[in-house]
């Protein structure tokens, strides 16, 4: 999540220090603007945890097989056994090539003031390319409340490492849109009447063309893009699911960033659940919320179309679907008395109960809250919202972590995971 510093970030900070370069040879903008001035650092503190069950879960994802790869736990202060040492190699040139694509995009502003060579680097489109997919650490949350047509803000878990340069989002040529959905760096968007996608960390984004169907005044629409070494024309999807008018279904219209244009699926779903607006993606699949107790999931590769049954919650508990360590699971939570908080893991097709866990918030409190689960990517993490705060339970470390949060848990508040990215839009490479 960016809380706890990787291998590859405390062996950067060592060989940072010993690097040896000259400010007046070359110097940037100050990188102020990059911090918000909302106050929201991580602060931590021991948490009582009682687990009430046992072993190791790993959680499975719709559709999908998992495999699980071991890793060797490294020495931080030696070069890394996966990159091969060459005689001639200085080390700033092994902290070039192989940990700076590892950085989020405000360290990597910040890095770019060493030289010029890693100015030069920096900027590449290569570095950009190989930032997209290397780093996908939890950065923070967009926020915006939508009743009261609020400007989005951008909370950041670690202000010296992750941030944007405009957290209102302001270089969107529409003075006031709507922010649906997040995946992989870049933010889908809505104005008045078109999309946009954009990421906030460069600033490029892309007006969409206008769709063929009407999506409705809050579409169920969903961002799919998957950086990968493969994947270097930057390709990205925009799906939403839609009521056919006149008819119980729920249809599928596309927009593919390799075409610039909208494309009406052959599938559908006859269930005819009611969507809610926005919705997640992950491995090839966008899920998408409804008022009842369940997800319609669509495989976005071969168009398939599916439901998948929730369980069943007690009266007064909340629960959300949510990414831990690269996997779907539905997670709920619930302020069982004063500061002590359940949460229950769920995963796979049958949305099986695989742990439960009781954990403690902080300060003794003579009363109960209400509190919501928010949404985490590539993180073992579960985040609940309660108050004025955002609490963070790490599961493997069994301890808690939290953020100021800018609003108490209501409806209309839309907090959406970002990945700290230097993705590019695909039109902008076509230059």
């Known amino acids: 999540m960016g809380i706890t510093p990787s ?18 040879d070359y110097m940037i903008e100050d990188s ?8 929201n650092t991580f602060k931590g503190f021991p948490s009582a945890t009682k687990s009430q069950r046992h072993g190791t879960y790993w959680l499975a994802e719709y559709d999908f097989d998992t495999v699980t790869q071991q890793k060797e736990e490294e020495n931080p202060w030696e070069y890394p056994a996966r990159i091969i040492m060459k005689k001639d190699m200085k080390i700033k040139d092994v902290v070039k090539e192989h940990v700076l694509p590892l950085l989020p995009a405000k360290s990597l502003t910040k890095f770019r003031a060493v030289s010029k060579e890693w100015d030069k680097w920096i900027a590449s489109p290569l570095l950009t390319h190989q930032q997209s997919f290397s780093c996908q650490s939890f950065s923070g949350y967009f926020y915006q409340d939508t009743e009261m047509g609020g400007n989005p803000m951008f909370l950041s878990l670690d202000h010296s490492a992750s941030g944007v340069p405009s957290q209102f989002l302001d270089f969107l040529p529409e003075q006031y849109v709507k922010i649906l959905c997040s995946c992989s760096g870049l933010l889908l968007c809505q104005g008045s009447e078109k999309y946009y996608v954009c990421n906030p960390a460069t600033q490029d984004w892309k007006m969409l063309p206008l769709p063929q169907y009407y ?10 893009f998957e950086p990968s070494l493969r994947n270097i024309e930057a390709y990205y999807h925009v799906i ?4 056919m008018l006149g008819h119980p279904i729920i249809c599928f219209e596309i927009y593919s960033s390799e075409s610039n244009s909208w494309s009406f699926s052959s599938a559908c779903c006859t269930e005819n659940p009611k969507l809610l ?4 993606y992950m491995k090839g699949v966008a899920y998408y919320e409804t008022t009842s107790n369940e997800v319609l999931a669509f495989d976005v590769k071969n168009e398939i179309p599916a439901i998948i049954s929730l369980p069943v919650l ?13 996997e779907l699971c539905y997670v709920s939570a619930n302020n069982e008395c004063g500061n002590v908080f359940l949460i229950d893991i769920y995963q796979g097709m049958e949305m099986i109960l695989r742990r439960s866990v009781s954990i403690n918030l902080g300060v003794d409190r003579g009363f109960t809250q209400a509190c919501e689960v928010l949404t985490c990517v590539n993180s073992d993490a579960v985040a609940i919202h309660v108050g004025g705060f955002i609490y963070f339970y790490h599961i493997r470390q069994q301890k808690v972590e939290f953020i100021t949060s800018p609003c108490a848990t209501g409806p209309g508040k839309k907090f959406l995971p970002y990945i700290n990215s230097l993705a590019m839009l695909h039109e902008l490479m076509e230059t």
């Open 314 to 326: 007690q009266v007064g508990r909340h629960g959300s679907l949510t990414q831990m360590e690269g």
């Open 32 to 39: 102020d603007e990059w911090d918000n001035k909302f106050p």
């Open 215 to 224: 999506h409705g005044d809050e579409p169920a629409v969903v961002l799919a």
């Open 7 to 24: 291998t590859e970030i405390r062996w950067i900070s060592t060989i940072y220090e010993k690097m040896e370069f000259s400010q007046a």
């Open 240 to 243: 939403c699911a839609f009521p």
């Open 277 to 280: 607006g926005g919705g997640s």
